[in-house]
């Protein structure tokens, strides 16, 4: 039974359901899973605690409404896609019965190591199919995963395993990435040594490069499977049993231990998979994100394998073996759904239209992007060169902390608007609030995003320190869920995230987000990305500074930061004119390709003794670059 939406005046009427009959709403949604034991109550909140609670005394497992639920019907249809790294090397293909089978051998090799129910296991690994299984696998017995992105350094490494006390860590000799061959292993012993919990560690042999294994400790994946029953009985899950801890990815600064459970996130990552992605059977679906994020644990793995969906799983990086990669994957599988970053098609169109125009990219019906606001100009060169005009957006807003999209086109369903996440999703009740915590009522208005009620996919905690996830995120604004971004509310009653509150720029009194100031600056044909903080300013309180990645062809850095200034007061008013324009070689990133405006402001303000956690930083290389030619 699916809950998919089909029409606008069907979105509104399902949102307003779900407003004013929450729990029936959620409970009829519930109701196509499969329960070992049915819920007592839906719903148990306060937002004080905070102390949220969906699906009370409900029992089940994820896994059993992953692989069970599909291996009767269609066991055979594949489950997962995986194209490697190197386009020359065969892909593999595993279908809802072989995922099955992987992962109960898996999840009995677990136990014969003595890994249980409650016990947390770092999965530190490649884009293999292993990873999901790896994932599964622990939902399976109940061990809760926390997926650490394997191209972190040993100490982001140490420093997770600690926070969690993890017990096993499952990882790989290395990883292909683009033309170069990683160490992961190696990465995994130098943090073994800063942390002590630590009982086994698993190693899936992907390189066949040599690593030391300690005695007692290391085991290969293929000898702790060997022999190993393919199947098992799911252990039996409350629906608030921690399914994983995932990491944000410290773009404001420390990284927080998000806690998701068991019930309330199958529930809410299946319905948004399938409504937002307007997913039919049958369909290819690919997310190009890594498991290590968010964005991977809910659209590659957990949301579409729960809807019985087919998920490409990409080894690779988008530029190799040249700029046409994605589009080569596209056809090769004929995907019908692809979802991906700004930042990945900024990069892409920076190459121009010549990677794409071998392929056909038909197939395609919707198109996806997350992880921070898409400008304009990218808007439409993903709508115009890669959905050909014909397949709808979906901007999709959400977080970490959120667990699934809160924000969002329906595809297809919804009308789009560039640069506009649009509405939010059945069960999202959003607020605009002012600084001083008063809600914002009508269109036309600008302020803080905040939620008023809870969602199943919410967060429950940060792992063990539960104070900071309630300073964090609900001691702002009292009674509601505060998300940290800054948002508007058009006259049509759209939503456009505006960045990061606390990158919010005031002007002389004028109050402008940096995601609108950055879109104004990208529109200029020359720009290839731009990132704006604020500085102090004598003047004006705070004068803007830019920072801009140029194709320098044909221009002098005087002419561009001219023509970058008038684009600008073209767009949004000369008010919004950068004080100082830096054209720079990249922007200091977060490996989940987000900006790191605080790195960006210390620059600008030229404090740039004390970075703060630098340890999701993709390439501190930059960071030197820009101190260097910063502008004066
Ligand atoms: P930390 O909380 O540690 O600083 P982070 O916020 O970067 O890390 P994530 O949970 O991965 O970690 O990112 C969520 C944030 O990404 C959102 O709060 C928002 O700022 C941004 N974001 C994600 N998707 C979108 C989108 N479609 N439009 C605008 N912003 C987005
Ligand atoms: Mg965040």
């Known amino acids: 039974m699916s809950d998919r939406i089909h029409t606008l005046s069907g979105y509104f009427h399902e ?22 034991k049915r819920w007592d109550k839906v719903l148990e909140w306060d937002f004080e605690g905070p102390d949220v609670k969906w699906f009370v005394n409900g029992k089940l497992n994820i896994t059993e409404n992953i692989l069970e639920r599909h291996l009767f019907i269609m066991g055979d249809r ?23 089978h992987a992962v109960c051998q898996f999840s009995n090799a677990l136990k014969s190591k003595g890994i249980g129910k409650g016990d947390k296991v770092i999965i530190y690994m490649p884009m293999v199919p292993e990873a999901a299984v790896a994932m599964l696998a622990c939902a399976r017995i109940g061990a809760v995963h926390s997926v650490v992105f394997a191209g972190f350094s040993s100490n982001a490494l140490s420093d997770r395993i600690n926070d969690c006390e993890a017990k096993a860590v499952l990882t790989s000799d290395g990883n292909f990435r683009g033309s170069k061959k990683i160490a992961v292993k190696a990465v995994v012993d130098e943090a073994l ?58 773009s404001t600064g420390k990284p927080k231990g998000v806690v998701h459970t068991t019930g309330g996130y199958m529930v809410y990552t299946k319905y948004s998979f399938e409504n937002v992605f307007q997913y039919s059977p049958g369909d290819v679906y690919w997310c190009t994100a890594d498991i290590g994020w968010i964005t991977g644990h809910s659209y590659i793995v957990y949301g579409p394998l729960l809807a019985g969906a087919t998920s490409i799983m990409f080894e690779g990086v988008p530029t190799y073996p040249d700029a046409g990669r994605f589009w080569a994957v596209v056809d090769k599988y004929q995907v019908n759904q692809f979802y991906t970053a700004p930042t990945a098609i900024r990069a892409l169109e920076a190459h121009g239209t010549g990677p794409i125009e071998p392929y056909k990219l038909d197939s395609l019906k919707v198109l996806g992007s ?72 009508g269109n036309s208005v600008e302020g803080n995003l905040c939620i008023k009620f809870p969602w199943p996919g919410m967060i429950r905690t940060t792992y063990g320190d539960h104070e900071r996830c309630k300073q964090t995120y609900f001691s702002t604004y009292k009674g509601m869920y505060f998300t940290g971004d800054g948002v508007k509310r058009d006259h049509d009653g759209y939503y456009r995230i505006l960045g990061r509150v606390d990158d919010v720029i005031n002007v002389s009194g004028h109050r402008m987000g ?38 320098m062809k044909n221009r002098t850095e005087e002419n561009l930061k001219g023509e970058i200034k008038d684009t600008i007061s073209k767009i949004i008013g000369p008010i919004a004119k950068p004080d100082k324009i830096q054209i720079v070689p990249g922007l200091p990133k977060t490996r989940s390709g987000k900006i790191m405006r605080r790195i960006l402001r210390k620059v600008a303000e030229g404090s740039m003794d004390n970075m703060g956690d630098t340890s999701t930083l993709l390439d501190p290389g930059v960071v030197e670059e820009i101190i260097k030619g910063r502008v004066e």
């Open 370 to 441: 997350v992880g921070e606001p898409i400008n304009e100009e990218a808007w439409h060169w993903y709508h115009t060169h890669i959905g050909k005009n014909r397949c709808p957006i979906v901007d999709t807003w959400w977080q970490t902390e959120t667990g699934g999209i809160m924000v969002s086109p329906l595809a297809g369903v919804t009308p789009t608007k560039p640069a506009y996440a649009t509405l939010p999703l059945p069960g999202v009740q959003l607020a605009i609030v002012d600084p001083e915590g008063k809600v914002l009522k």
């Open 193 to 250: 040594e800063k942390t002590s919990t630590v009982e086994s560690v698993i190693v899936y042999q992907r390189t066949k490069q040599e690593v030391t294994m300690k005695e007692g400790r290391d085991y290969w994946w293929h000898d702790v499977i060997d022999g190993q029953p393919d199947t098992n009985e799911a252990e039996v899950m409350d629906s608030e049993d921690m399914l994983f801890i995932l990491y944000t990815s410290g």
């Open 514 to 551: 940096t995601a609108e100031v950055e879109n104004a600056i990208n529109e200029h044909p020359k720009v290839i990305e731009s990132a704006v903080v604020g500085y102090p300013h004598e003047v004006k309180g705070q004068g803007i500074y830019a920072y801009v990645i140029c194709d």
């Open 78 to 100: 594949p489950a997962i896609i995986w194209e490697p790294n190197d386009p020359e090397e065969e892909g593999r293909t595993l279908t809802y019965k072989q995922l099955y």
């Open 15 to 36: 949102y307003q359901k779900s407003v004013t009959e929450p729990e029936q709403f959620w409970a009829r949604v519930a109701d196509s899973f499969h329960w070992k």
